[in-house]
């Protein structure tokens, strides 16, 4: 399984911001497709997690009511777009593949490189 996140930049606060993850070599063992952020000096952490045995989307408290996952399974692609951004959104964002318990704790069966998010105040 690869993972490729895209998408990340500069944004001042409020502003918003559209990352792509694109996924390739998945087969029906995996369990949700989501998201993670690290933020410089802090440990990883989960953002949100799409369940591919339902379809349900959990995000994780600080993004609730901001940003929106998607995904389109024919381009191979999931998303996430940002809305409102903060300062303390900066991190490195990556996307990975296992279940969404855990996922949204920061951990996945398979990972790819992050993008990085800027937000100035």
């Known amino acids: 399984v690869q993972l490729q996140a895209s998408g990340g930049g500069l944004v001042q606060t409020g502003g918003s911001l559209a990352l792509s993850c694109e996924i390739t070599g998945l087969t029906s063992d995996y369990y949700g497709v989501g998201w993670f952020r690290q933020a410089l000096g802090k440990s990883r952490e989960g953002v949100s997690c799409?369940?591919?045995?339902?379809?349900?989307?959990s995000y994780r408290d600080p993004v609730k009511g901001r940003f929106t996952v998607s995904r389109d399974n024919a381009k191979n692609t999931m998303y996430l777009q940002m809305n409102d951004l903060k300062p303390e959104d900066t991190a490195v964002y990556s996307c990975?593949?296992?279940?969404?318990?855990?996922?949204?704790?920061?951990?996945?069966?398979?990972w790819g490189r992050g993008t990085l998010v800027t937000v100035s105040s």
């Open positions: 799409i369940s591919e045995r339902d379809g349900s989307i």
């Open positions: 990975g593949v296992g279940p969404c318990s855990l996922i949204l704790l920061g951990v996945a069966e398979y």
